[in-house]
């Protein structure tokens, strides 16, 4: 297939420069339907989609009636753009589960496996349960539960697959005589058992932030990675822990944040985590700060999760309103970040998505998946990539006044090319186009302090930028306007001229 890459030659500064114009990474969306199975009931919350290697797509979610009934479910259907089948309920055997802020419930997939993770309705004695399938979701096994059945208090759980389909935990405990709080990981053995707990965030100081789930996965070397954010004197920082002994000890975590955020509640916008072989993708909402910043983020790993690259921002919007309950998928090289954030128009809360095609360390265009004026509430959206490609994702919509689960397929959009971003000799700009701001990143630095200069199409000096490794522009002349809408170039001081980039910004 031939590249869609052109090389354009452009005149700046008298000289002669070319840039790669690359089409925009997004996704051709199928149009959004209702999940029907979730008309049964008057409250329907956390849907969370995964496609297993059969092809089949399988969607489960938390529903309650008015007067409770909560109970886990699930509905399959056989491939990306075949419709859902009858609803199966997960929770047969137990009297409720908590959904509350709708953190209760994780779907996750390794191999044939896939695992159903919720928490119970006690809240003095939360406890933590699953239900697993082992062949593809044909059948699931009863729910299991997963601590020591103890009175302590519990919250926010989630869990993952080894890929010898045991199963791994891990959830917030409260220390019944101080009341601090803890991460707990648990796994089991080779006879089902779960082994003692230990602390995923025991190499990073205070302690986490409560209401924030963390997110383990596990490597296919058995390798396991737990996302978690940690509460430090009230600035929330983003780490990734990392154990070579099955969860049993997790001797330090890396931060994969930069900054930190300082935010006095509940944030609302938990990490989420997604890897191919040793090649690991974070995500994760920045809230709050002094300025007030909202904005979805992402970091990658490219060694097992032992180091990280510098974070990127996937969104493009301004930063003054929330965005929370970020998710991301990948298969391959295709990444596929999801959250709920406001349409900076109608001032509405919407679902979007970012995607990349080098596996996250660049994003395309942000992109409104919902935003037809009908939801008065939604959130927690889920997405899964498809053996072939296909895309599917869900969400809690309420615009009957009553809480549904909608869902929609994509496909990756044809105009798009799996290549690097716009880029020219050692300087690339993402995403590009923009709208609020850019990252200029260079190949390598050497941890010198690089200076990249901005100039209009007519040569015109815009700004001058300064720092190591990435270099934000958020669209500011020196003075401190917004620039117009248009072509900008930026061009690294000390380099050679052609490495000058083009850059559009957006309305």
Not at 8 to 31: C, H, K, W
Not at 357 to 380: I, K, N, V
Not at 400 to 424: M, W
Request: aromatic share 8%.
């Amino acid at each position: 297939m031939p590249s869609l890459i052109r090389t354009i030659p452009v005149s700046l500064l008298g000289l002669s420069l070319a840039y790669s114009q690359v089409p925009a990474q997004t996704l051709s969306l199928a149009p959004e339907e209702l999940l029907t199975a979730s008309s049964t009931w008057t409250t329907n919350q956390r849907p969370r989609v995964v496609f297993t290697e059969d092809g089949a797509k399988h969607l489960a979610w938390i529903a309650t009636n008015t007067f409770g009934s909560e109970g886990v479910f699930i509905v399959d259907a056989a491939s990306a753009g075949s419709a859902y089948g009858a609803a199966v309920q997960l929770t047969t055997g137990m009297p409720g589960v908590r959904y509350g802020i709708g953190d209760g419930l994780e779907l996750k997939v390794n191999g044939p496996n896939l695992l159903a993770t919720w928490e119970g309705t006690d809240f003095a004695n939360r406890p933590m349960w699953f239900s697993r399938s082992t062949d593809q979701g044909v059948s699931w096994e009863g729910e299991v539960r997963a601590d020591d059945a103890t009175v302590e208090e519990r919250a926010y759980t989630t869990g993952t697959l080894f890929p010898d389909g045991r199963v791994a935990k891990v959830w917030i405990h409260y220390d019944s005589a101080t009341g601090e709080p803890d991460h707990q990981f648990r796994a089991q053995d080779e006879f089902g058992v779960f082994g003692a707990p230990s602390n995923p965030a025991v190499g990073s100081p205070d302690v986490p932030c409560e209401c924030c789930t963390a997110d383990p996965i596990i490597l296919e070397d058995g390798t396991v990675l737990v996302a978690y954010r940690n509460n430090e004197n009230n600035r929330r920082k983003m780490y990734v822990s990392r154990s070579t002994d099955g969860g049993a000890t997790f001797p330090s975590s890396v931060r994969v944040d930069s900054g930190g955020t300082i935010f006095f509640a509940c944030p609302g916008s938990p990490p989420s985590i997604t890897a191919e072989g040793q090649d690991v993708l974070v995500v994760w909402g920045k809230v709050g700060g002094l300025p007030a910043a909202y904005h979805t983020m992402s970091a990658r790993s490219t060694d097992g999760g032992t180091t990280f690259a510098p974070q990127v921002q996937i969104d493009e919007s301004d930063g003054t309103t929330n965005i929370s309950s970020p998710m991301v998928t990948r298969r391959g090289n295709l990444a596929i970040a999801v959250w709920k954030g406001k349409d900076p128009v109608t001032g509405q809360f919407e679902i979007w998505a970012g995607t990349s095609m080098d596996g996250g360390s660049f994003w395309g265009p942000e992109q409104m998946l919902t935003g037809d004026g009908l939801a008065r509430d939604l959130g927690h959206p889920s997405a899964a990539i498809s053996p072939a490609g296909d895309v599917e994702i869900a969400w809690m919509d309420a615009r009957d006044f009553t809480e549904k689960v909608y869902h929609r397929g994509a496909t990756l959009n044809p105009t798009a090319t799996p290549e690097a971003p716009i880029s020219r000799g050692s300087l690339v700009a993402a995403p590009n186009p923009f709208r609020a701001s850019t990252t200029l990143q260079f190949a390598a630095t050497g941890g010198a302090t690089r200076l990249v200069t901005i100039v209009d199409v007519a040569g015109r000096q815009v700004a001058r930028l300064s720092g190591i490794g990435t270099i934000r522009w958020d669209g500011r002349d020196e003075s401190g306007a917004t620039v117009p809408a248009g072509v900008y170039f930026a061009r690294p001081e000390g380099g050679a001229r052609e490495d000058a980039v083009r850059i559009v910004r957006l309305r």
